[in-house]
C-alpha cells in the first residue's frame, strides 16, 4: 500500500531514522520521539503525495475517519517532498492552507491528478486550478510567493527524514509511531492508529 520512493533515499532514510518494528502490532517505533503541536492532545500526522495512486485511493477512509474523531486528537496533513514534482504538488497544498480553501479543493485536487491526469505543476496551472475553485488569481499568487508558503515548504523537506518516511501514505501518531502499509498489514492502517489513539489517551 506504499508508494515508494524511487530513489536511493528509501534505504538510506530507513536506516537515518532508526525505526524499529513491533511485530505484530502494526507499527514501528521511532527511535527518537518528536515533538507535537499541542501536548495535551494526540497528534496524527499523514504523510501524502497528491500524484500517489495509494494516497488517492485511502483518502476517502481518511475522510470518513477524520469525522469520526475525539476532541482529544489533532490531525495534520503533511505533503511529503522528495523531489522536484513532489514539492510542487506540496506548494500547492500550503497555498490552499494559507488561503483556507483546502476543503474547497483537496479532494478536486487528488482527481485532477490521478483521474484527469493534469500535471498541475507551473504556478500557471495552478493559479487557473484554484481560479476555477473561487480563489482571486491574485491573492494566489501572492499566497503561493509568500514567506509563510516558503517557510512551510522548507519544513516539510526535512520532515521526511525526521520521521523515517520512506513511502506513502504514512501515518504518525503522537511523534511516536510510524503506521503504513507494510506494518499495519491485514490489520489496515486505520484500526492500528485508532488503537494508537486509545493507547496515548489513557
Not at 13 to 30: C, D, I
Not at 32 to 37: E, G, L, Y
Not at 100 to 113: E, P, Q, R, Y
Not at 115 to 133: C, G, I, P, Q, R
Request: charged letters at 20%.
Amino acid at each position: 500500500m506504499l508508494k515508494r520512493i524511487k530513489t536511493g533515499l528509501a534505504v538510506s532514510l530507513f536506516v537515518f531514522a532508526g525505526l524499529s518494528f513491533a511485530a505484530g502490532q502494526g507499527y514501528e517505533n521511532l527511535k527518537a520521539i518528536q515533538p507535537t503541536q499541542d501536548a495535551d492532545k494526540v497528534e496524527v500526522i499523514e504523510f501524502f503525495w497528491y500524484g500517489c495512486p495509494h494516497c488517492y485511493q485511502f483518502e476517502p477512509a481518511i475522510e470518513a475517519w477524520k469525522a469520526t474523531l475525539p476532541d482529544n486528537v489533532n490531525f495534520i496533513r503533511q505533503p511529503a517532498v522528495f523531489s522536484s514534482l513532489w514539492g510542487k504538488h506540496a506548494k500547492a497544498y500550503f497555498t490552499a492552507e494559507v488561503l483556507g480553501v483546502v476543503d474547497k479543493v483537496h479532494a478536486d485536487f487528488f482527481h485532477a491528478i490521478q483521474v484527469k491526469k493534469e500535471k498541475l505543476a507551473s504556478e500557471d496551472d495552478l493559479a487557473d486550478f484554484f481560479v476555477a475553485h473561487g480563489v482571486d488569481k491574485a491573492a494566489f499568487h501572492d499566497a503561493y510567493n509568500s514567506f509563510i508558503v516558503d517557510t512551510k515548504m522548507r519544513q516539510a523537506k526535512a520532515m521526511g527524514p525526521r520521521y523515517g518516511i520512506t513511502g506513502v501514505p504514512a501515518l504518525v501518531v503522537n511523534g511516536k509511531y510510524l503506521v503504513n502499509g507494510r506494518s499495519a498489514g491485514d490489520k489496515g492502517m486505520i484500526k492500528v492508529v485508532n488503537e494508537l489513539i486509545a493507547q496515548e489517551s489513557k
